[in-house]
């Protein structure tokens, strides 16, 4: 499926629940069929998918999501049976006895909606909840072998994970990364506003002090990864750097502003996917700010004690960046992920530029990439992964 509908079936399905209850009390039995038809087909496949035997191929969040679903699917339909079979002429008149049904088939109607739109986004997650080829679990054994966290932190780089759920489902990590420059530090993105304390007790733990902190570099805009840009700037007298082209993005919270290939139908289907995505994620309230220093490729950190250089790597947004140090480490933000196996991210702003700085990635000498969410992984294990 291509990820803009994709994008586009995530927003209906997150409003599955308001549109049917719009629909029963607006369009009385014609409502009601209609909502009883969207319910029962859902449930109908559902029940086909199991039959034919796709949760024994997931992972056992997806698998039991998909169970779930089936039964509420059920539920669903068969309590939607009841304005339609009753007497009443109108669904939307209430006759005595009918709330206790009435209620049921709202609340099995909103747990379908609700299961279908988590199931639905890890759906369009890279593997689609597909258990994990014996390969790719090899590779990411492997590359955990060879380069463990406390070696990552022997050369002068601690990994901040903080997991990432779903309506309380566990769908990775994000990540930041905290740097030894010099004397001091520089901080490689903030993750969400809600990870807050954690990153404070992170940084805490490190000996990193306010005053200690050299520079805040944001690999973009987006919120899962800027969310704490202004605390964490005015609590450690660190200034913010970013790629211009993302300003935008942190002054308005607004993560469409970095896209190119934003039309006006794909934004509005685009926020109320965010709005969605928000309301499961939790991600904590965004304070906006306006980065103190705009970088380009090239730019050069060793003023802040990082041998270093940033590379401008657009794709997932115009402006995304990635920092290379001089033993070939990067810190390449959504350029890669690895939440299943290395990979490119999956949400694409322009596909041509992203092809373009992955191949660039190829003649740099880079050896260890970290990336936005999920482990780090060998450059090695990207190439075998035939990326």
């Known amino acids: 499926m291509r990820r803009s509908i994709g994008a586009v079936v995530l927003g209906l399905s997150g409003c599955g629940y308001p549109l049917t209850q719009l629909a029963v009390r607006r369009g009385g039995v014609r409502g009601a069929a209609l909502a009883e038809l969207v319910c029962g087909g859902l449930a109908i496949r559902d029940a086909s998918m199991v039959a034919s035997g796709v949760a024994d191929r997931l992972d056992t969040v997806p698998a039991a999501l998909l169970r779930l679903e089936t039964a509420v699917g059920v539920v669903a339909s068969l309590a939607g049976l009841h304005p339609l079979l009753s007497a009443r002429p109108d669904p939307r008149t209430v006759s005595p006895g009918a709330g206790a049904a009435d209620n049921l088939r709202r609340a099995a109607v909103a747990a379908l909606f609700a299961v279908h739109t988590v199931r639905f986004a890890i759906y369009l997650s890279p593997g689609q909840g597909r258990r994990m080829p014996p390969a790719a679990a090899g590779r990411q054994a492997a590359d955990a072998a060879a380069f463990p966290r406390q070696d990552q932190e022997t050369a002068g780089v601690r990994p901040i994970e903080f997991p990432m759920r779903l309506a309380g489902i566990r769908m990775g990590t994000v990540n930041c990364y905290l740097l030894r420059a010099g004397t001091g530090y520089v901080l490689v993105d903030t993750a969400f506003a809600s990870n807050r304390s954690g990153l404070e007790r992170e940084l805490e733990d490190a000996g990193c002090r306010p005053g200690d902190l050299r520079l805040i570099v944001m690999t973009h805009g987006d919120l899962d990864h800027t969310g704490n840009g202004a605390y964490v700037r005015g609590k450690y007298h660190a200034e913010i750097a970013m790629h211009r082209d993302e300003f935008a993005v942190t002054e308005h919270g607004d993560y469409t502003l970095s896209r190119r290939r934003m039309t006006l139908p794909r934004r509005v289907f685009s926020k109320i996917t965010i709005k969605v995505l928000s ?54 933000g959504d350029l890669l992920w690895n939440m299943r196996a290395p990979d490119t991210h999956p949400i694409v702003d322009d596909p041509a530029e992203l092809k373009a700085s992955v191949e660039r990635l190829k003649s740099l000498g880079v050896r260890m990439i970290y990336p936005g969410h999920g482990k780090p992984f060998r450059m090695e294990s990207f190439r075998q992964a035939g990326q």
């Open 279 to 332: 309301l499961l994620i939790r991600p904590g309230k965004f304070e906006r700010f306006r980065p103190g220093l705009a970088v380009d490729d090239g730019y050069d950190l060793a003023e802040y004690g990082l041998d270093a250089k940033v590379l401008h790597l657009p794709g997932h947004s115009r402006g995304s960046i990635g920092i290379l140090t001089a033993d070939g480490d990067l810190f390449c």
